[in-house]
């Protein structure tokens, strides 16, 4: 028997750090420049926390936004996701840190580890509890502080991230209503993780001071290999999504992609034979904030005015792993 009940999208916020790094500034640090960076990616500056800020605090304030938005209390809330590949710490997790500044009550709280398609990987779980009648209210951030995990010597990435928060709240409504999530579908090949990793850290290559030489506490990236397979998987997710749900691709309002480079979302845009225009864009000021990427570029169109209640939206995301997946929604 289907399901009566469906996932709405009740709040939505999102938090930048103050603090700024444009291109101008990697000029002096590595050898770049303006031009290159904002021809190759559309990146023109990306923000960054400060020495006082972890993970938990750039979701938190994002939550308070989205708990705002919502019209709803932090001890309403039943679950917490916190997609992230930059967390407080290991353990405990960067949920649970948030479920206490929060003040929360003692709800199932969890990290999601899918890297840029973190956030993606993270609502669709969420839509999972809601739909079987288990949860009312989940909240759902994707947060990161990348720019920790980032070698500022290594001019092929440290062009690319940067810090940031989006939080969305879902809750549960009747399949009656119109404003809901229809469909998530999401994947990994784990083949391809060599592409992009984080080498040390965990059990298999713990701290040292090896590590420390060899600078593998830092993200290593093969960016061109990347950037073909996130063209065709995003296009891919793209097709899935609508397939699945009889969609054509004028009926999208928008289409909200992880934002890592704009090239990738241009040829997404040409594969996927869909106008430019209503492909939400933030990379130029946020650079690629991993799981954070798709509620706060999601979080700029809504305050820009572009993205309105009830329009129909496409999320698409790809990441290390490789990870990808898509949702589809009625906002
Ligand atoms: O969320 C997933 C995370 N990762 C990604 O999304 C990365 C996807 N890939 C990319 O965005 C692009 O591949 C990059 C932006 C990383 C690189 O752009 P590209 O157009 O693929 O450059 P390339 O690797 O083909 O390199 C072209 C040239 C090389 O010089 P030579 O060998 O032609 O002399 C690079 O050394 O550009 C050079 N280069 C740079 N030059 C100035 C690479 N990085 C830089 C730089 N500034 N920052």
Redesign the pocket.
């Known amino acids: 028997m289907a399901s009566e009940f469906r996932s709405k999208v009740s709040g939505i916020g999102s938090y930048l750090p103050e603090k700024v790094l444009t291109n101008f500034d990697l000029e002096k640090l ?4 303006n031009q ?2 904002v021809e ?2 559309g990146i023109e500056r990306r923000h960054m926390a400060s020495p006082e800020e972890a993970t938990s605090d750039l979701a938190y304030k994002a939550t308070l936004k989205a708990l705002d938005m919502a019209n709803l209390k932090a001890e309403d809330l039943d679950m917490i996701i916190v997609a992230t590949v930059s967390p407080d710490q290991i353990m405990p997790s960067t949920a649970c840190v948030l479920q206490s500044k929060l003040g929360c009550r003692n709800i199932f709280s969890f990290d999601l580890s899918a ?2 398609s973190g956030f993606v990987y993270a609502l669709s779980v969420a839509d999972q509890f809601i739909r079987t009648g288990v949860y009312k209210n989940v909240l759902v951030v994707g947060a990161e502080v990348l720019h920790r995990f980032v070698n500022y010597k290594d ?2 990435t440290c ?2 991230f940067g810090d940031g928060a989006g939080a969305w709240i879902l809750s549960r409504t009747s399949n009656q209503d119109e404003n809901i999530i229809f469909s998530s579908h999401l994947h990994a090949d784990g083949n391809l993780g060599d592409l ?1 990793v984080l080498p040390a850290g965990g059990s298999k290559i713990p701290f040292s001071e090896a590590v420390l030489k060899a600078e593998s506490q830092y993200v290593k ?1 093969k ?2 290999e ?2 073909k397979n ?1 063209v065709r998987t995003l296009t891919d997710c793209c097709h899935e999504a609508l397939a699945a749900n009889n969609v054509n691709p004028n009926q999208v309002d928008w289409l909200v992609p ?1 934002q ?2 704009l090239r ?1 979302l241009e040829s997404v845009a040409d594969h996927f034979e869909f106008p430019k225009e209503k492909v939400i864009v933030s990379l130029n000021e946020t650079g ?1 904030t ?1 799981a954070a990427s798709i509620p706060l570029a999601f979080d700029l169109a809504y305050q820009e005015g572009k993205i309105k209640r009830g329009q129909l939206i496409l999320l698409a995301a790809f ?2 792993g490789l990870t990808s997946g898509s949702i589809l929604l009625r906002f």
């Open positions: 590595v050898e770049t420049n290159w960076i190759r990616t890297a840029c001019r092929e062009i690319l992009f990236m960016g061109r990347i950037f996130a992880h890592a480079n990738i690629n991993s990441g290390a």
